[in-house]
């Protein structure tokens, strides 16, 4: 029996990534919380024929309920992006909303898995951590920031310009979720060899910025939520099948490499010791994080890229922690 809350269900991401979770048959409950529109999508989602009860509230009276007893709590909530708006632009007001979606976890359900997808996920990661310590319920192994989408950008992009089946093109993308410091290891791809060196800057840039893309095209109306959402399901359902179900699975994610000390050595020798967060290859299991992986060789063109990505990483994460370090919890 999983509990799954998706805090911002009633969003343009909420709502597709919701959708996806009710089609799974390992979750027993899943809970939508949004401050509007959740009872009616509630109701929507629950004729689907599948087993997973569905509840819907809304509003601040009603965020206990939702999350009580969660076992995993996913938090797409938030303002989107709009045209010339940076994640930092973002910060301002959905730093807010989740750190008080964070404090409900932490009174309500304190071992839940979190699963952070509100951008700037760079420093809404540490605005959570920050959050469970307040209230002593802190630990590193189970706390997310789900940078999939670029993970899933990284398939589609390189398997069109290397002729393979986009599903079939496994790319470690390492680092922040943001820009110069998403860091995608084309050089670790078999095909690589393909690609000359401006297709590599080229297909680099594109999986940095691909926000950009979508942003640009929908022109006002919305930022890459599709894509999320999926991108956040496959996340959460990976996760569910590695804690649960005891499937053993890897994926790419943010999260504060003090959750494998020992494992997270390899990623130091690289980043060196200020960073205390960073998207790393890890295995996850029954108590999220079960080891961080190596992230591996490095070609002289990534090595690079993680000099430019250390420096804004470490501002981004700063934000984020002193944020609630001013908060009144």
């Known amino acids: 029996m999983v509990k799954v809350t998706v805090c911002g269900a009633a969003g343009g991401i909420g709502q597709p990534l ?13 809970s939508l919380y949004d401050i509007v529109n959740t009872p009616g999508v509630a109701a929507d989602l629950s004729h689907i024929n599948t087993q997973s009860k569905v509840t819907g509230h809304v509003g601040n009276d009603q965020l206990k309920d939702a999350i009580i007893g ?13 045209p010339g708006m940076t994640r930092d632009d973002l910060f301002k007001i ?40 307040k209230y002593n319920v802190y630990d590193p192994r189970r706390i997310f920031g789900v940078t999939t989408l670029d993970i899933v950008r990284a398939s589609t992009f390189i398997g069109e310009l290397i002729g393979a089946e986009p599903s079939t093109v496994a790319c470690k993308v390492v680092g922040g979720h943001s820009g110069h410091t998403i860091l995608p290891l084309i050089s670790q791809v078999p095909g690589y060899p393909k690609l000359t060196q401006d297709q590599l800057e080229k297909v680099t840039h594109r999986i940095q910025f691909g926000g950009d893309e979508v942003v640009k095209a929908k022109n006002g109306a919305g930022s890459a939520t599709l894509s999320m959402a999926y991108a956040g399901a496959r996340f959460a359902l ?16 943010y999260v504060q490499l003090d959750s494998d000390k020992q494992g997270a050595q390899d990623t130091r020798r690289i980043i060196g010791n200020e960073l205390q ?23 002289p063109f990534e090595q690079g890229l993680f000099s430019k990505a250390v420096t804004e990483l470490k501002g981004n994460i700063a934000k984020g922690t002193n944020f609630v370090a001013e908060s009144k919890l």
Do not use: W
């Not at 919701?18 to 899943?30: A, E, G, N, V």
């Not at 076992?71 to 797409?76: G, H, M, R, T």
């Not at 750190?99 to 979190?114: E, G, I, N, S, V």
């Not at 990976?238 to 994610?253: M, P, S």
């Open 18 to 30: 919701s959708l996806i979770l009710k089609q799974s048959s390992k979750i027993s409950h899943l």
């Open 70 to 82: 969660s076992d995993v709590v996913v938090i797409p909530a938030g303002v989107p992006r709009k």
């Open 94 to 133: 959905n730093a807010s909303i989740v750190r008080d979606l964070a404090t409900a976890a932490a009174k309500y359900a304190p071992k839940a898995f979190m699963c952070i997808i509100s951008n700037p996920v760079n420093s809404t990661v540490p605005i959570v951590a920050e959050v469970f310590k």
């Open 238 to 253: 990976n996760l569910i099948d590695a804690a649960f179900y005891g499937k053993q699975i890897v994926e790419c994610t």
């Open 277 to 299: 967060y960073f998207s790393v290859p890890v295995a996850l299991g029954p108590n999220g994080v079960e080891s961080i992986l190596p992230v591996g060789a490095l070609s």
